[in-house]
């Protein structure tokens, strides 16, 4: 069975400054999908970066950039130039390509983004 | 834009009751899910359904069920509710296809008293 992992229950950063959250996870497949959601307070989860085990390349959007490291099953998300807004709870999931849409979750890290 | 609709935002249930929680989702997705939302447990998998009248137990379904008769709707039962069902639970909705994105609904927090 596929678990995901989040070791840090909250972190803070300032706003500007850089911050990473890690995600570790275990699995026995090789075709995999990860992503990073974010669920603001009182408000929807949505999705802030997806990666395909097959590539290579980290995915990045905007501020938001991973460190997919495969051999390790360590996927960390890298927020640059923080912002009010990211103050959220994040979620790392795992989606296995062979199965039928099974998303796993990790237990979320709380980021609080400090002016 | 995708919408996923939860039936309620807040609900007060008395232990016992049989409670229907209801989601639907507007964009022909294949996949639905129903997590709950624990402090410290981050969401873990009640039951998910590939298509119509398919279903498949998560990670803690003891004590639900689960009915998906419309591809649109899925719905999670509290057969005798109890009060460690009190808890927040997200309904979810992707493509099968390229393994689309999950997306959620607001969320009922469910209180059992």
């Known amino acids: 069975a596929q678990t995901v992992t989040q070791s840090q229950p909250e972190m803070s950063v300032q706003e500007a400054e850089t911050v990473t959250l890690s995600c570790t996870y275990d699995t026995s497949e090789n075709n995999y999908y990860l992503f990073w959601y974010k669920q603001p307070p009182s408000r929807q989860m949505i999705l802030v970066i997806r990666?395909?085990?097959?590539?290579?390349q980290n995915a990045t959007e905007n501020r938001f950039s991973v460190n997919f490291q495969k051999a390790a099953k360590s996927f960390s998300l890298k927020i640059s130039d923080s912002q009010l807004g990211d103050t959220a709870m994040y979620f790392c999931?795992?989606?296995?390509?062979?199965?039928?849409?099974?998303?796993?979750f990790g237990q979320g890290t709380t980021l609080q983004v400090k002016p | 834009d995708v919408k996923v609709t939860q039936s309620s935002r807040y609900l007060v249930k008395r232990t016992g009751e049989k409670v229907f929680l209801e989601c639907v989702q507007d964009?022909?997705?294949?996949?639905m899910f129903w997590y709950r939302q624990d402090p410290g447990l981050g969401l873990r998998l009640i039951y998910f359904?590939?298509?119509?009248?398919?279903?498949e137990k998560g990670d803690i379904p003891e004590g639900y069920s689960v009915s998906r008769e419309k591809k649109e709707r899925f719905s999670l039962i509290l057969e005798s509710a109890s009060t460690n069902q009190t808890s927040m639970y997200l309904c979810a909705s992707s493509l099968q296809f390229l393994r689309g994105e999950a997306f959620f609904g607001q969320g009922t927090r469910l209180t059992v008293v």
């Open positions: 359904s590939y298509d119509v009248k398919m279903k």
């Open positions: 964009m022909d997705h294949e996949n």
């Open positions: 990666q395909e085990a097959y590539k290579q």
């Open positions: 999931a795992f989606l296995a390509s062979g199965n039928t849409g099974k998303l796993i």
